[in-house]
């Protein structure tokens, strides 16, 4: 019933710049914090940023300065600006949502690819 979809990536040059988006859809009482995820090949998934719906924000020292994370909390959605793309941001990034129905309930996107090229 409650679904996550991310879309927005692609291939790009290194120093250039992707947007991705995630939506939340389906019925739900509310949706708490949001964030994303990424994972290259051959290591453990780890943190990019995450947003609470009062606009908390969290980022790893990684991304800090290059990528914005935002929302929009009437269209249940969840924005990742990367910008100054390095070859090291290669991987699948993936939305994850707490949203609350009768429980609180983590859900995780399948992933949008992201390849960066030198």
């Known amino acids: 019933q409650v679904q996550v979809e991310e879309s927005g990536g692609g291939l790009v040059q290194a120093g250039g710049s992707l947007n991705l988006s995630c939506t939340v859809s389906?019925?739900?009482?509310?949706?708490?914090?949001m964030g994303w995820y990424r994972q290259a090949p051959g290591k453990q998934r780890e943190l990019v940023a995450t947003?609470?719906?009062?606009?908390?924000?969290n980022y790893d020292d990684s991304v800090k300065g290059r990528f914005t994370i935002s929302r929009n909390n009437v269209r249940e959605t969840v924005y990742l600006q990367m910008n100054s793309l390095k070859s090291e941001d290669t991987g699948v990034y993936y939305c994850?949502?707490?949203?609350?129905?009768?429980?609180?309930?983590?859900?995780w996107g399948q992933g949008t690819l992201v390849t960066v090229s030198s």
């Open positions: 994850n949502a707490l949203v609350l129905l009768f429980r609180p309930l983590e859900l």
């Open positions: 947003i609470t719906p009062g606009g908390r924000i």
């Open positions: 389906g019925t739900i009482r509310s949706i708490n914090v």
